[in-house]
């Protein structure tokens, strides 16, 4: 946790606010804040604890299970991940846990408690839907959570878990009572820089939990069709990007993920682009493989290793999922780290909570689900295209007609396919954690059975490999078929609140979950 609160030190500093973060503690603690902290430096705060974990461990462990990233076979930092080997009492759970009860949640309850007593409803409304966010990420990963008895401090120091469902109407209510008050916000003096999503601007802010509510009731589309329509009907949904963008290639001041694995560790080769993004992208000749992986310096011709001639380069070649001590991936001379893309990662890469992108395509799958073909094709051409925007690339011929990308309108169930293989590609480097979601959520991109390269061959693709299936992990300690669907409950609480429910297995699905 040491990092972590270095890291909040360093990026309050770059946004020349002091820092508010408090020490780590377990949810069953009863964190100390000084009595001097302003709204604004409480905001600020929260929203930085919010990022902080985020874009760094949840980003991480979205991306090695979305395969968005693999691990780098002669190296094994992150091979628990990608072998699906957690146990409970793995820091990636813990810290996540405290980082947003004892950090982020607590913070923004400070603000909405002092903005109403001063009546500054543009942090109390920026802070409703921040604490609407946490929670929500909270119940996606871990699906029973503290949600009634949570942030009572020692009024209850064994708070119990709530049901899902319960948890989610709690948020909508929350983002329902954020969205009303956006005329009183309005009025108020701009938050400006204190704000690190959107400035102070308000309308983005209602528009964010207008978008956020969507993704909830997306859970449970036939109970919730009719709010859901209304949404759609009203538009009045994200169209830029919620996301923090103020890091420098500086110590504790870039980007979390690039922080803690490309500054802090004593090997930057750990995080590998995974075969099956790489392996999907270069099968539709998509220019974003080079914004996702970097060139290798050799590759593999009629078995052999060479250098990668000039009128070849750039080449991509992703690592398959779970490599790590095994054959023939463990024998360095067969597959060296030079043949193996390492994952793009940037000190400026910003924190996305919600894209627009995402917008788009969560109003694609909506109209597809709704049946209503000529809105679910034009929410999702303008979400690939904007996609592909982000990375500097015209996305325009991929969703034309004969275009890779090209909407598939046959059934509902093509265009989810044709929305969702998307939307998984396009997470890539940004919100991976979604692409992980969503796979649990519809599944898609299905699981296969067989890995991308061919192991008998060296060198060459699996013929039996389908093109934008998620391929099996090599390493995995699941049974054949199982994958991971959700965070377990962090040894922090298990061993100290009774009410914590027993440890739900990380392969067993979420009552959602397809």
Known sequence: ????????????????????????????????????????????????????????????????????????????????????NLANSNTYFSRYWS????????????????????????????????????FNMLV??????????????SDNITPAY???????????????????????????????????????????WVQFAKTLKLKILMRDFTTNQTAIQALLTEGDLLTS?????????????SNPLFENDRRKLNSTTNIRASATLITFLKANKDPRVAAFAEPTTQMFV???????????????????????????????????????????????????LMSAVESYFLQAEAWARIGNTANAKTAYDTAVKAAFSRWSFDGSSFVATGGAYEFNATSTATMLNS??????????????????????????????????????SLGNQNPNYVVGTLAPSLGSVLLSGQFPHRFLFPKTSSDYNPNAPAIIPIYQKMWWHK
């Not at 996606?140 to 401090?153: M, R, Y």
């Not at 690592?319 to 893309?341: I, L």
């Not at 991976?432 to 599944?443: E, K, L, P, V």
């Open 419 to 456: 929305i969702l293989m998307q939307k998984w590609a396009s997470s890539a480097r940004t919100d991976s954690w979604n692409a992980f979601f969503d796979i649990c959520r519809t599944g898609i991109p299905a699981l296969g059975t067989q890995t991308v390269s061919d192991l008998t």
């Open 162 to 204: 709530d049901e899902s469902k319960t948890v989610d109407a709690g948020i909508i209510a929350l983002l329902d009572e954020a969205i009303a008050k956006k005329g009183d916000a309005s009025s108020l003096v701009s938050m400006g820089s204190k704000d690190m999503v959107f400035a102070g601007n308000i309308t983005k």
């Open 241 to 253: 990007d919620a996301k923090l963008t103020n890091f420098t290639d500086q110590e504790n001041k």
């Open 302 to 352: 009629n078995g052999a290793i060479v250098n990668v001639p000039a009128n070849l380069a750039p080449n991509y070649r992703g690592m398959d999922q779970g490599t790590y001590g095994k054959d023939p991936f463990n024998v360095t001379a067969n597959f060296p780290t030079t043949v193996h893309s390492r994952a793009v990662l940037a000190a400026t890469d910003p924190v996305y």
């Open 99 to 134: 980082s947003i009860y004892t950090g982020a949640l607590p913070d923004l309850k400070l603000v909405i408690s002092q903005s109403e007593t001063d009546g500054t409803w543009n942090y109390w409304l920026a802070a409703k839907v921040m604490t609407a966010f946490d």
């Open 140 to 153: 996606s990963l871990f699906e029973k959570v503290p949600f009634k008895d949570a942030l009572k401090g």
């Open 1 to 84: 946790m040491k990092k972590i609160i270095n890291y909040c030190l360093g990026l309050f500093l770059l946004a020349t606010v002091p820092s508010a973060c408090t020490s780590y503690l377990d949810i069953n603690s009863d964190p100390n804040y000084p009595a001097s902290a302003s709204t604004p430096l409480l905001f600020s705060s929260g929203t930085t604890w919010s990022a902080a974990i985020l874009g760094g461990d949840i980003q991480l462990v979205g991306a090695y299970w979305a395969q968005h990233y693999a691990q780098n076979n002669t190296s094994q930092q992150y091979t628990t991940i990608d072998q699906y």
